[in-house]
């Protein structure tokens, strides 16, 4: 339910600003921390934050 009301009440276009510019970050050598920042100020979710990380690098697989 809270996370409803958070989606409801971002700016959009804000959200997807910073959503793209984490995702395109995760391809250099930048700092992502204040991308990370950037998208939690336009109240991204941390499961739309570790989406843009599995994006480029998938789910973390242990080596057995």
């Known amino acids: 339910e809270r996370v409803r009301s958070v989606r409801a009440k971002r700016d959009p276009a804000a959200h997807a600003r910073a959503i793209a510019a984490l995702r395109d970050a995760t391809g250099t050598t930048a700092n992502l921390v204040p991308h990370v920042l950037a998208?939690?100020?336009?109240?991204?979710?941390?499961?739309?934050?570790?989406?843009?990380?599995?994006?480029?690098?998938?789910?973390?697989?242990?080596?057995r």
């Open 39 to 63: 998208a939690v100020e336009a109240h991204a979710t941390v499961g739309e934050i570790l989406q843009a990380f599995e994006d480029r690098w998938g789910t973390f697989q242990s080596p």
